[in-house]
Structures are given as structure tokens and as C-alpha cells.
């Protein structure tokens, strides 16, 4: 038997002033969710467990039925396997985002949502400038990307303390940026990677038409 599974993420939001105190989904018009909910069966269920940071990664994990306490491990390995990318012996996978850094600030967790054709220039870029043996960027969608790092430091590199992007917008990066032991490999591809993509011709081009850059 198949099951169709339907998970929207996030969607109740918080409630708005301008909707009168409602949440969006309480002023939405939910015709067909309405149906489900009159003809079908309610229940609540805790995906994400105590101690655990929310997000869609462990909240998906817990639905299928994996204990994100015993298989998290990052967002970047679920999607790097969905792109069919093998992880090796020494191999760690790592969430990448074009991001927009105004004045060492978060100005934007997505560079205004740079399209996938242009980010994929920019990752070829990337691999062509920084790319080895034991670097290599691999293109997701839109501002969603991965890098896999080999090193015989594995283990040091998983434990690096690092903070995503959407988590700290508006508020300086340098208060942020990856520490412990093996975060200056992180700080120096992140640190390279501005030297290159400032510069380059997408960029330049998204400045011009008002649109955010894919600085870092």
C-alpha cells in the first residue's frame, strides 16, 4: 500500500496585525483541509524531540519513522543522498548557502533567492578555483548547496560548531562564525570564497539590477 504524506512545514506561521490577530492559515480559505479534517482523523504527534532544535530535518526523520537522536546528524547528508552524492570513507557532507553579507551583517540567508541557473555558474566557479582532491561543491537548488570535504580529521570536522545562515539575519557574522577544533578549514573556504565571488560577472550584474549578491 502506498501512503501520500503531507507535511506543511511551517505554514500556521505566527499571528499578524494585519490579519486582525489571526495566523495566515486562520484567515485562509482551507476548503479541502477542512474536508480531511471533518472525514478523516485528528491526533497529534511530538517530531521533534525534547533537547532538539527544530527543523524540517529532524521533524522529517522523526515522520518516517527514524529517531533523530540516533540518526541526525545534519541537514546535509539527507540532502546530498537525495542528489545521489556517495559519502567515502573520510567524507563529511556539509550544507553550503549563497548568502548576502552587507558590512560583516546577515543581510540575507538566500541572496535574494539567487536562481539555481545562476548558482550553478557560481559553484562551477567555486570548484574551479577552490576545488580538489578534498574540496568539492556540488549544486542543489536555488541558494541550497553542498560541499564534501575529505580528511583523515573526520571526526574533529563534525563537531566544528557552525550557525545557519536564516538564524542569524540581521545580526553580525563575525559573532557566529564556525569555532572549535577544525573550523579553520571552514573559515578559510568561506573566507576564499568572498574573494571570489565578489567580483564575478553574476554578481555584478544581480548589483546592477537591484538584486542581492551571492557574496559569501
Known sequence: MKYIVIIPDGMADYPL?????????????????????????????????????????IGNMA?????PKKYHTGRAPLEAANQNILLKENEIAVRCNFVTIDHNEMSDYSAGHISTKEADILIKELNEQLGCDTIKFYTGKSYRHILVIKDENIEQLIKVQTAAPHDILGKDINHFLPKGKGSELFL?????????????????????????????
Open 17 to 57: 496585525e494585519e490579519l486582525n490577530g489571526r495566523t495566515p492559515l486562520q484567515a485562509a480559505r482551507t476548503t479541502n483541509m477542512d474536508y480531511l479534517a471533518q472525514n478523516g482523523f485528528s491526533g497529534l504527534v511530538q517530531t521533534i524531540p525534547s533537547g532538539m532544535k527544530p527543523g524540517s530535518d
Open 188 to 216: 578559510e573556504i568561506m573566507n576564499k570564497s568572498k574573494e571570489i565571488l565578489q567580483n564575478h560577472t553574476i554578481n555584478q550584474v544581480r548589483i546592477d539590477l537591484k538584486e542581492n549578491p551571492a557574496d559569501m
Open 63 to 67: 515522520i518516517l519513522g527514524y529517531d
